[in-house]
């Protein structure tokens, strides 16, 4: 778990605006970590000024302030590096959504190919600048088909898939992969029950399970 110091901490909130899943925030002009969200890249360590932030997760005693002079990547740095080095993912023009929706379309589902639609690229674009690439994919898509074509029953091959939407669900802790015209509903069978639910002529409610 990773913690800050109310003492040390100044209320800069380099943390915050450096927490790639949002899960720093401000509390009486101090930094309090959520550890919901949290998978310990260890962002917060690196950057606070103040050495306020810490963990019970690594040694402490490990870390190594960085000083360009003297700091170098051998034998003896190594695990410290790995443990709290700046990632630099976030600030690259990568589409890490687009490669794992690819990967489950060609790799899960045996398509050949995904199309994405314009409003989806402008949605993966800020997904990846606000840092919330980290949350897995959830596919939403017809529960007939591998492909998006619910015509095209059980386990095609060599189909392409189109993504129109791709939404964050935080409060689940995924992304939404809208596919074809499918809608964000619990799914029904083909005959819903509600179908056979009804009063009877003496008020009595009757199809109920």
């Known amino acids: 778990m990773f913690n800050v110091n109310k003492e040390k901490c100044i209320g800069c909130s380099q943390c915050v605006k450096d927490c790639p899943v949002s899960d ?29 932030v810490s963990t019970d997760d690594y040694n402490m005693e490990e870390v190594i302030p960085y000083d360009k002079a003297k700091f170098t990547v051998d034998a003896e740095n190594l695990l410290n590096f790995i443990k709290f080095r700046r990632s630099v993912r976030r600030f690259k023009n990568k589409e890490v959504e687009k490669e794992k929706i690819e990967k489950i379309v060609t790799e899960i589902y045996r398509g050949t190919k995904v199309n994405f639609e314009k409003k989806a690229k402008t949605q993966i674009a800020q997904i990846v600048k606000n840092g919330w690439d980290k949350l897995p994919i959830c596919m939403a898509k017809t529960q007939y088909s591998f492909s998006d074509n619910p015509n095209a029953l059980g386990a095609p091959e060599n189909f392409e898939i189109t993504i129109r939407e791709v939404v964050p669900k935080f409060g689940a802790g995924f992304i939404v992969a809208l596919t074809g015209d499918v809608m964000t509903m619990p799914g029904l069978p083909k005959r819903p029950a509600a179908l056979n639910m009804d009063v009877a002529a003496d008020g009595t409610a009757i199809g109920l399970f």
């Open 24 to 52: 720093i925030s401000l509390v009486d002009n101090k930094a309090e970590i959520n550890n919901e969200r949290c998978f310990k890249c260890g962002h917060c360590i690196a950057i606070c000024p103040v050495e306020a």
